[in-house]
Nanobody, 124 residues
Framework: QVQLVESGGGSVQTGGSLKLSCAASGIIASFDEMAWYRQAPGKQREMVAATSSDGNTHYLDSVRGRFTISIDNGKNVVSLQMNSLNPGDTAVYYC??????????????????WGQGTLVTVSS
């Protein structure tokens, strides 16, 4: 199985910064995509930033230029550096790993894995 442990959430004021980290362990020799999602109260979960195994990155329009996703492959850690935070960024942030359909079928495990979530609160 894949285990994801998130850290780095907290409370900041508008304009502040936080860095979230997600340490992956288990069947994580390879992955198709690692991403951060968020879910604000009363809203649907949305993808914030993602990076694929070939190095391509994608960002939610509202965070592009402020957030940066990165991976330390040697440590299987995916991080999200968040700058210029505003109250609209307040949400529970979740780490997500897509190990790919082939690995999932070969190992008999789910393809997508989620962390437990970490709360980010931005006050005005």
């Amino acid at each position: 199985q894949v285990q994801l442990v998130e850290s780095g959430g907290g409370s900041v004021q508008t304009g502040g910064s936080l860095k979230l980290s997600c340490a992956a362990s288990g069947i994580i020799a390879s992955f198709d995509e690692m991403a951060w999602y968020r879910q604000a109260p009363g809203k649907q979960r949305e993808m914030v930033a993602a990076t694929s195994s070939d190095g391509n990155t994608h960002y939610l329009d509202s965070v592009r230029g402020r957030f940066t996703i990165s991976i330390d492959n040697g440590k299987n850690v995916v991080s999200l550096q968040m700058n210029s935070l505003n109250p609209g960024d307040t949400a529970v942030y979740y780490c997500n790993v897509d190990i790919g359909i082939r690995t999932a079928l070969a190992m008999g495990v789910p393809r997508f894995h989620w962390g437990q979530g970490t709360l980010v609160t931005v006050s005005s």
